[in-house]
DNA sequence: ACGTTCTCAGAAAACCTTTTCAGGGAGAGG
DNA sequence: CCTCTCCCTGAAAAGGTTTTCTGAGAACGT
């Protein structure tokens, strides 16, 4: 009553075998015309035609757990929220797309353990490699990286010991020439709203930040320095609200755009003219500083561009996994827009 | 001189088998009890204590080979770069790290061919579902979703026919109730800036700007509507800058939050005091619409609730692949902040 | 005490590729 | 004519897991 169908016509999803039946030849030979290595004319016509014929896709799976190679990058940050990690995804996404290289996201909120969590996670070689933007990378990280089970890049602070690759910017580099810049415009008191010193970024800046005073021959002045409870906007707000409690500096810089962003609320809100009274400075170069009124002034760390090495050096290293560790460094560069009060 | 190391010795990375043979059971045994399959206490116990003291992960390529599921699903979008979808990222990001899924991103430059090539992907089945994003539906995408390998969500107009889950935002109505807003509040020349036309976004706002316009009893004034080469900022400003050098309205509606800030930047060129003189009301309730100066009015179209939806139909139908397709929208809600001219 | 049901374990198949290995045939060189 | 090389092909193994199927033993009911 219920006959067996024929194989042709109960073939569901076609897979190599199918092809290389139909083609009349063995699996090994469609795998290597699939797979573009050299064969006879004619096998390759054959198997090319047989592939098209029955819409032949490759799985993806059964492909990479042969082959050991998933075709997977990952991008681990901390907040999807933030727009230097938009930036970012939106670079590491170019490179992997040109690489033919699909791109995996985690967000860790910043979490160090989440960050383990996520490299010993490696071990099930669901991704060729992770790229790592870390606030804050602790021993134990370190200790992780140096048994991890596919290559890393980490996007951070170079760690000393371990030797993985790493793309750094040079953020104290940077918040010395946001602070010379506001004294070459002639501001004399100024100020500092910073995140969390706990964080990478945050010690780096503030001693960048120390630097550009000393460099301008300024005397340091604890009552100038505020330190916001996150990087963001509404703890920039209540920062440069106590801030301006306390004193009247001439110049402010932030440790970083949505700070600045926040700052510049509150500044408003004091009937503080930026740049007249108060000349402002952020940092990172996000997209949101050509659209605040006035235009933000602000330190391009090289996000898109640190994202874009990054990428590529860990393509990099999964080619050649042997090759020796790079640490690359990129330069900061002063944007200067109307809100620092050196243009107009 | 070479003696062959014992296995113990030699083993790399272990696998279940080195599971089983360190717990003294099969193979199928091991599998079970690392899946929490029902067993004896005993081999329970004894597989436990094995692949914990191998530090055993199972592989993810062989997992999703033999199950046939990858614990991965892809969000394909526009553009990295808009808030919107990086609202939604973060939506969808959130769904999927509780529901222990992976999340995968494309970006597609809104190009409908790399839409449809990330349908005909899903052959590859390196995903378990696919939410997709599209501004802009056509025909061959509906023929290349009814047949696609793999569960497809579309964030975006439902299209007709086809079956497959949809999430939608009622813009049109959203656009309509900004009208009624800005007309509510004394506004009677009340201009429209919107982008592309040919995009479901920019048709059916520009029907609901209409709609509005009817209901307030005001009339259409086709010298009033000019339209953007793009949803972004500076498309926004000269869109407005070509408007203001023919009319003068009290009141722009912009299609999105992007084209409000540019909108906003051009009307502060002109001198022109925002809500005073023209009140401004954009889309999208994006991050941005809190950060500018007058605070943006919008009109929240439920970007992070529509991509939360979005994700949990993709999670609910790769369970269960035959439950009914289901079409949900989320109700828009208008944001009234400063610069609509209600407030204060 | 015997048959029935139930629980659990192991062997083996299946998932779909890539890659190694060996062999066959053809061409070249002696 | 023989041997050596070279090119191409096919068979089969390997990659690591899940799942089905079968069987053994225990528990249970009559």
Do not use: K
């Not at 001693?207 to 340091?220: P, V």
Request: contains cysteine; proline residues 5%.
């Amino acid at each position: 009553m219920h006959e067996p169908l024929a194989t042709s016509e109960v073939e569901g999803v076609p897979t190599i075998t199918t092809v290389a039946r139909l083609a009349n030849v063995s699996v090994a030979s469609a795998s290597r015309v699939l797979n573009g290595i050299r064969t006879s004319p004619a096998t390759l016509e054959r198997v090319t035609a047989a592939a098209e014929s029955v819409g032949y896709v490759p799985n993806a799976a059964a492909r990479s757990l042969r082959s050991r190679r998933t075709g997977q990058i990952a991008f681990a940050m901390p907040d999807v929220g933030n727009p230097v990690y938009t930036t970012m995804v939106g670079s590491i996404q170019e490179v992997a797309r040109v690489a033919g290289v699909r791109l995996l996201l985690h967000s860790t909120g910043a979490d160090p353990d989440d960050e383990l969590a996520l490299i010993r996670d490696l071990r099930h070689r669901y991704v060729d490699g992770l790229i790592l933007a870390s606030l804050h990378l602790t021993e134990a990280h370190a200790a992780q990286l140096s048994v991890s089970a596919a290559p890393v890049v980490v996007i951070g602070r170079p760690t000393v010991g371990t030797s993985v690759d790493t793309v750094r910017a040079y953020s104290r580099r940077g918040a010395a020439d946001a602070v010379r810049h506001l004294h070459a415009v002639g501001r004399t008191r100024i100020a500092f709203v910073n995140g969390p010193t706990h964080t990478v970024s945050g010690s780096s800046r503030r001693r960048g930040y120390l630097d550009g005073l000393r460099s301008c021959g300024l005397e340091r002045d604890d009552e100038l320095i505020e330190v916001a409870a996150d990087f963001m906007v509404e703890p920039g707000r209540r920062a440069a609200e106590l801030l301006l409690a306390r004193v009247r500096p001439d110049a402010i810089l932030c440790a970083n755009d949505l700070l600045a962003v926040g700052v510049l609320g509150a500044l408003r809100d004091a009937q503080l003219d930026v740049p007249g009274d108060v000349a402002l400075v952020g940092m990172d170069n996000t997209d949101l500083s050509g659209l605040t009124w006035p235009a933000l002034t602000t330190v391009d760390l090289g996000s898109f561009e640190r994202a874009r090495i990054a990428a590529e050096l860990l393509l990099s290293r999964i080619d050649e996994p042997g090759r020796e560790v790079q640490v690359v460094g990129v330069e900061p560069r002063l944007v200067v827009r109307a809100s620092s009060g050196a243009i107009g």
